[in-house]
């Protein structure tokens, strides 16, 4: 209702909001739940329980508005996807790792449901999400640093004047020596190494495991992708004196028992393709130089292709649903 007291119907924005949501939170209790059984170091047990607690009271929120908007819950992931027998697939670095990038997707998705939302509750309701992920992000983050095991992006000299771009060389040339690259783009670089990293790792787990022949080639094609633009993004780093942060391959173990069901795993992956092409885009309105930018471009176009065909792969599998 509104402040008068009339009944005001979900958005179409609002209910892909609210189903979009549901489904990715009842994945991620599942992941969760296999890293908490598997966890050693303390802190980092800690950090997931928490956010084990509010996964659980954000599905409860979600399922009371599906029921006082009679709305039909959307078919998320429960217990028969995780298997929490099945052997740790990740280091405790990594789960520390993928809880600082998993906080930062969803402070992202959040934020753009708020701003998809007209209804006072709606958007209430998307800022509790949204500020417990920011939570959520500031305690993984400071004990990161204080493990020494997440590399800060570079420091730059403090600006101490002004100056405006005069010449059109600023925005750079196809090939040939560039101009030196801006704070902004050396932040997009490093962000979309982020989440390449986590994906090939993500993949490199989940493609010792799946069951299905169609779903680990798929897997193990997305590894490959990740991989080169990885290398791209490292290159284009060392050409301008820059640190790269270190690799999390090295945080997958060898098991080949799946943690996860193969939809949950497909899901995912769906997810960290999603999270990338949002990613490409902001960085596309960021950087100004012309090989940055065709690369970028570049990138994105692959990373979209893929995304496609695991839709289709998704529909062939009968492993997607829409509120159409």
Not at 206 to 232: C, M, N, P, T
């Amino acid at each position: 209702m509104d402040n008068n007291g009339r009944v005001v119907t979900l958005t179409s924005g609002e209910v892909g909001s609210l189903w979009e949501g549901y489904i990715g939170e009842t994945m991620l209790l599942c992941v969760m739940k296999h890293f908490s059984q598997h966890v050693y170091d303390g802190n980092v047990k800690g950090i997931l329980t928490k956010n084990t607690d509010l996964l659980h009271a954000r599905i409860a929120r979600y399922q009371l508005i599906f029921e006082q908007e009679k709305m039909i819950a959307p078919a998320g992931f429960s217990e028969a996807d995780v298997f929490l027998n099945a052997p740790r697939m990740f280091s405790d670095k990594f789960y520390l790792f993928y809880l600082k990038e998993m906080a930062r997707g969803s402070i992202i998705q959040y934020s753009d449901a708020l701003f998809g939302s007209h209804r006072r509750d709606m958007r209430e309701f998307f800022i509790q999400n949204m500020n417990e992920y920011i939570d959520i992000f500031h305690d993984t983050i400071e004990y990161l640093l204080e493990k020494g095991i997440v590399i800060r992006t570079p420091s730059i000299p403090i600006p101490s004047k002004i100056e405006f771009v005069e010449s059109e060389s600023f925005l750079g040339k196809l090939r040939g020596k560039q101009r030196p690259i801006t704070a902004q783009e050396i932040k997009a670089v490093y962000v979309n190494l982020d989440t390449n990293m986590l994906g090939k790792s993500l993949m490199i787990a989940f493609s010792q495991a799946a069951e299905s022949d169609d779903l680990r080639e798929y897997l193990v094609r997305g590894r490959k992708i990740a991989h080169k633009h990885i290398e791209l993004f490292i290159n284009l780093l060392t050409d301008e004196d820059l640190p790269s942060p270190q690799l999390w391959d090295p945080e997958v173990s060898e098991s080949r028992i799946a943690p996860f069901s193969d939809k949950l795993m497909m899901y995912h992956t769906g997810i960290a393709s999603t999270n990338g092409l949002s990613n490409y885009g902001t960085a596309l309105s960021k950087v100004a130089r012309k090989d940055i930018t065709i690369d970028f471009g570049r990138l994105s176009l692959e990373t979209a292709k893929f995304a496609l065909d695991g839709v289709k792969i998704s529909i062939k599998k009968a492993g997607l649903s829409s509120p159409l």
